[in-house]
């Protein structure tokens, strides 16, 4: 990913946020002003709500320290779809629980979450059918051939299939098999 932005705004969640960028020191980590200490954090004095928005515009992923219904409050209004959205992951205030919000697959929140949860010894949590049978995300197939989807209005019915363990076909004419 290019540009992850961590939020925390509580104590703990700046403690997190160390942590987090201590194992990915590519990341900028944001809190509020208030808390202001020696870390290497950026420190913002505009409401949280201004500061989500600003991040979830201009960031690949965006990691919540804070609830998981206060992070879907503030950002439902932004959302557009699952090609453009940022990856958004919740971890709790405890580093207990890391939990893909949005654009799981695309987006690459489902494994930004395991490899998080995975460093900071937290449970990953995961909830796309795909994901959680341990089958193929149809909306990757091939994407790391480059190939594309002629037509994504098919998605979600072959990754109903899929999930569903019903038969599907993949049709390749040209490229890498």
Not at 15 to 31: E, H, N, T, Y
Not at 64 to 87: E, M, Q
């Amino acid at each position: 990913m290019k540009t992850v932005s961590v939020l925390a705004i509580t104590k703990n969640g700046i403690r997190i946020g160390v942590q987090l960028k201590k194992i990915f020191p590519d990341w900028s980590v944001f809190a509020p002003s208030k808390f202001k200490n020696n870390e290497d954090i950026t420190w913002y004095s505009e409401s949280t709500t201004e500061k989500v928005i600003e991040l979830f515009k201009k960031s690949d992923a965006l990691i919540c320290l804070f609830s998981l219904g206060a992070v879907i409050r503030l950002i439902a209004p932004h959302l557009k779809d699952k090609k453009t959205d940022p990856a958004v992951i919740v971890i709790d205030d405890k580093a207990s629980f890391v939990i893909s919000v949005l654009s799981g697959h695309i987006g690459g929140a489902n494994e930004l979450t395991q490899e998080i949860a995975d460093k900071i010894k937290a449970t990953a949590v995961i909830t796309t059918a795909a994901d959680v049978n341990k089958t193929i995300a149809v909306d990757l197939i091939g994407r790391d051939f480059g190939w594309k989807i002629d037509d994504e209005s098919t998605v979600t019915k072959v990754s109903a299939y899929m999930v569903n363990e019903e038969k599907i076909g993949v049709f390749q004419d040209v490229g890498i098999r």
